[in-house]
């Protein structure tokens, strides 16, 4: 199963209306978003009339229909969910790493640094970047994640910039 990975939108649907006229997005069956800002998960979902797990950002005013993790089990996974500001992602991932190992997933997915991530092991610890604002490249970025029961998920960032579509098609693939 195709999922994709998207985290701090921050209001910017010009963004996300990129992110899926590139190529890698299509064929998506499940999106997660790891916050900052919530409507943009909404939008995310109404723009490609597919489920989007979404989890409230530092960015976002509490919502009690919006929680800071979700788990969810997708293909033979377990996957964690978070911004990951309420556990200092900012500095290290190791408390992030034992909230995901404590609810028993083998993928932890979060956000809120703007800096994209990809640590492959027993526990897969992914951050997809900024769609909108990053601070690692001067292009956003978002992830696809090819999931199959029993084998460990494969994992591609996508770097793409939002002046590289016309019309919502994409013309030129930055990676």
């Given at each position: ?10 209001g ?49 005013w ?9 788990v ?29 190992e ?19 092991g ?30 460990r ?23």
């Amino acid at each position: 199963m195709k999922v994709g990975i998207v985290s701090d939108s921050h209001g910017n649907t010009r963004a996300i209306d990129a992110m899926l006229a590139h190529p890698a997005a299509q064929g998506v069956r499940l999106w997660f978003h790891a916050g900052d800002v919530v409507p943009d998960a909404e939008y995310l979902a109404m723009m490609t009339d597919t489920e989007v797990v979404r989890v409230a950002g530092n960015c976002d005013w509490p919502d009690e229909r919006v929680r800071d993790d979700e788990v969810r089990d997708v293909e033979g996974h377990r996957i964690f969910l978070t911004h990951g500001h309420i556990y200092g992602v900012r500095y290290t991932t190791r408390m992030l790493r034992e909230q995901a190992e404590a609810c028993g997933a083998d993928i932890a997915i979060y956000g809120h640094t703007h800096v994209a991530e990809l640590s492959p092991g027993e526990l897969t610890v992914l951050n997809p970047g900024s769609v909108a604002r990053p601070r690692d490249a001067a292009t956003g970025s978002f992830a696809v994640m090819e999931l199959v029961p029993g084998k460990r998920p494969a994992v591609r960032l996508v770097r793409f910039s939002a002046e590289n579509t016309i019309n919502g098609v994409y013309v030129n693939t930055i990676q």
